[in-house]
C-alpha cells in the first residue's frame, strides 16, 4: 500500500553534513496527503523523534537538533529530505522515515494511522 525508501546515510566525520531522502510510494492509492516525519534508533535505545512536516509545510524538531537539522518535502518527487549540519557522534544512529495518512485517507483505503521504511544507517566519528 504506502512504500517508504530512505537513502543517504554513511559514515562522516564530526562536523560534517549529510542529506537524508525518504521517497514514498503508493502506487494504487490516489489523492491521499501524508504528514511525515524522521526518527532514529542508536543501539541500546529507544527509537526518538527527530523531526517533522506537515501537510501545510509546519516543521518541529527535538532540541538537540535544532539549528543543525532541517527537513523539507518535495511535492513532486514525493520525498521527503532531512539535512544535517554539524553531525555529533550522538548524532549516530539507524535513521527511519515515516508517513502517517490523513484521517480520512485511512478510512478510504483502510490504511494504518503510519508507515515506516527500512532505515539507513549514519555513522558520525569524532
Known amino acids: 500500500q504506502v512504500h517508504l525508501v530512505e537513502s543517504g546515510g554513511e559514515t562522516v566525520q564530526a562536523g560534517e553534513s549529510l542529506r537524508l531522502s525518504c521517497t514514498l510510494s503508493?502506487?494504487?492509492?490516489?489523492?491521499?496527503?501524508?504528514?511525515m516525519s524522521w526518527h532514529r534508533q542508536a543501539p541500546g535505545k529507544e527509537r526518538e523523534f527527530v523531526a517533522a512536516?506537515?501537510?501545510?509545510?509546519?516543521?518541529s524538531f527535538r532540541d538537540s537538533v535544532k539549528g543543525r537539522f532541517t527537513i523539507s518535502h518535495d511535492n513532486y518527487r514525493d520525498t521527503t529530505y532531512l539535512q544535517m549540519n554539524n553531525l555529533k557522534p550522538d548524532d549516530t544512529a539507524m535513521y527511519y522515515c515515516?508517513?502517517?495518512?490523513?484521517?480520512?485517507?485511512?478510512?478510504?483505503?483502510?490504511?494504518?494511522?503510519?508507515?515506516w521504511g527500512q532505515g539507513t544507517q549514519v555513522t558520525v566519528s569524532s
Open positions: 515515516s508517513a502517517q495518512p490523513h484521517s480520512h485517507c485511512q478510512l478510504r483505503w483502510d490504511l494504518k494511522d503510519n508507515y
Open positions: 512536516i506537515d501537510t501545510d509545510g509546519n516543521t
Open positions: 503508493a502506487p494504487t492509492i490516489n489523492g491521499c496527503m501524508y504528514d
